[in-house]
């Protein structure tokens, strides 16, 4: 009993670690669904906004790139990808778009 229970409570500890560490494929789309991203934004291609994988490569190896990248996703602008502004995401909970971000920028091409 004791052995089952440890084995169950370690299960739960790698699931809990993977959640709060990064996103993985399914559960970060399901988010950009959720949160509206997906209406303007693709893993690999161009919708309305960059796709993901081009944000990724545009800020590789800069490390000011996830607080930059919140704060724009939160209060929306243009002038980095072309003139079609990004609106304001007001209503995302700022744990999604943290988390979301996190992983766009592990994603390649
Ligand atoms: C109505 C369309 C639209 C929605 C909804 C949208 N975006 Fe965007 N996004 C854009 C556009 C357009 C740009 C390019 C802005 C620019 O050129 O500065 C952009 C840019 C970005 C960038 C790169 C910013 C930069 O300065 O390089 C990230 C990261 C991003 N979006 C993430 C998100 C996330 C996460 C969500 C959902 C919470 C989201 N977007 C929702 C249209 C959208």
């Not at 909970?93 to 390649?108: F, N, R, S």
């Amino acid at each position: 009993m004791k052995l089952v229970f440890a084995g169950l409570a370690s299960v739960l500890f790698v699931i809990g670690n993977a959640a709060a560490a990064s996103l993985d494929m399914a559960s970060a789309e399901a988010m950009m669904k959720k949160d509206g991203c997906a209406a303007c934004h693709a893993v690999d291609k161009i919708i309305i906004g960059p796709s993901y994988q081009e944000v990724a490569a545009k800020y590789k190896g800069d490390k000011d790139a996830p607080a930059k990248l919140v704060k724009k996703v939160k209060e929306g602008g243009s002038g980095v990808w072309g003139q079609v502004p990004m609106p304001p995401n007001v209503t995302t909970p700022d744990a999604d778009v943290k988390a979301l971000v996190g992983w766009i920028l592990t994603l390649k091409k």
